[in-house]
């Protein structure tokens, strides 16, 4: 059985920060990083835009960030923890650069900043338009260098270990429930093992691939917070999915590749095919109005005008400058047949984030003991009802030193019971017909894309609840006879995740940030 101290499952930002910091700080511990693909994949890897962090105390201010992040929010965010991630961003990326994670500079050598939906000032830091994966690879760099870190890609989660799995064998439970760990899914072996840890962090990142259209590679598919959901932690906001206004319009991407919104920041404006701009019949902001106001205007010309997408144009700005600024971008639209700089460029909006999660207090601790949460699969309450663009990126590095020094305190104190037991795989059998998975998973992000998007309504509430009703009881009675696959373990894991967006959104009474149902006249 592997035993580990503490058990990080997830390799972006979020589990990488936290475990070179445990690392580091402790040298006899052993710090066990789970990944279900290669080590690198993860949203982190396909972040654009980069880390808003105020540091230009001459054009911009913590305030101004504050009140920019509770703006964007639309009177959901929680004050205290908004105050507190901007505040130390700052500290936090000086720790990721002293780590080796490199950005752009200016000419005179400061952190060259860039401008997003919904700032008021340029404090959006970067690497060219790749910064995630400049992030991802500097962290990975430094986890593999830290001989107490193992890092094990393909190696896939199933289910916390919690009370529930060995209750009737202990003899006196603590009130309460507590984490011990996880069963896991070697996918080279397909051997399901229990890996026993003190601590256990959720880092599994987002859900888009619950929806036809996503900027969310094929990861994202809301493990963590079903899993967390099963094991009866609290979960929050799940309503608030925000959709990134500008991603290739190419019918069968998957994932859509992003047209980072830096590029508006730049100058580029949205129009119709009839070359129109139409944002500021939306807002005053225009093209940089926050992400919510700017996909419910593109949804609105969509639908009235009958139109597949709208256009990003870019060609007045200059070649050479954009080039250098958006070298990826160029070469991707290149690629797909566009030259921007002679051509608009396609675009819709795609779900691109999970403004919701599982909740976690100031230290990431979840409702669960020894369970932690970091990331996008966590609610803070940071965003609120719909995020500041650039802003995931700094809630992770910041909560990742946050849970670091909850666990600082506790590591040592923490005993784990001896007798927990094997995963039971008895009775099962391997589907003859996959079929029966790929198709529902089909259905489900049809069901989504179509009931549960950006712009919802009672009526189509209601249908998508009952047809999840039926996948979810078709699905359960798969998993309980078959032997488990990635595939079945993530379609069941999607399924929850559509059952909480649809369950939130039927509670929810009044349109905010990126909820919005037209049956309500509040906007
Ligand atoms: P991720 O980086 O998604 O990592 C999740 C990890 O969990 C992966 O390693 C995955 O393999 C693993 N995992 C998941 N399930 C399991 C399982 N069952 N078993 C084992 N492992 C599992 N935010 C910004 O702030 N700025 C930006 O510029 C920006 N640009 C973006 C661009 C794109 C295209 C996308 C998709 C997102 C962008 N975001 C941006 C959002 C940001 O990238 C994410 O919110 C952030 O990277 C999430 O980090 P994370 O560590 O929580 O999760
Ligand atoms: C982008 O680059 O437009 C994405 C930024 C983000 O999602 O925060």
Known sequence: MPQTDVLIIGSGIAGLSFAIKMAKRFPDQSITVLTKADDSESNTKYAQGGIAVVLDELTDSFQKHIDDTLRAGDGLCKREVVELVVREGPKRLEEIIEWGVEFDQDTSGNLALGREGGHTAKRIIHYKDITGLQIEKGLLRQANALSNICLLPHHFSIDLITEHHFKRKISQPEPGISCYGAYVMDQDTCKIEKYVSKVTMLATGGAGQVYRTTTNPLIATGDGLAMAYRAMAKVKDMEFIQFHPTAFFAQDDNPSFLITEAIRGHGAYLKTKDGERFMFKYDDRGELASRDIVAQAIDN?????????????????????????????????????IDITKQMIPVVPAAHYQCGGIEVDVYGCTSIRNLYACGE????????????????????????????????????????????????????????????????????????????????????????????????????????????SPQLCELRNLITIAFLIIRNSLERKENRGTFFNKDFINR
Request: aromatic share 8%; net charge negative.
């Open 301 to 337: 010309e969509l639908i009235t005008r009958g139109d597949e997408c709208v256009y990003l144009d870019c060609t007045h700005l200059p070649t050479e400058d954009f080039i250098s600024h958006f070298p990826n971008i160029y070469k991707k639209c290149l690629s797909k047949g």
């Open 377 to 484: 699969c966590a609610y803070t309450g940071l965003h609120g009802a719909n995020r500041l663009a650039s802003n995931s990126l700094l809630e992770a590095i910041v909560f990742a030193h946050r849970c670091f020094t909850d666990v600082e305190k506790k590591l040592y104190a923490i005993n784990v019971p001896q007798n927990i037991p094997d995963w039971n795989a008895e009775g099962t059998t391997v589907p003859r017909e996959q079929i029966l998975i790929t198709h529902t998973r089909k259905e489900l992000r049809d069901l989504m894309s179509d009931y549960v998007a950006i712009v919802r309504s009672n009526e189509r509430l209601m249908r998508a609840s009952k047809r999840i009703d039926i996948l979810y009881h078709e699905t359960e009675r798969l998993y309980e006879e078959a032997v488990l």
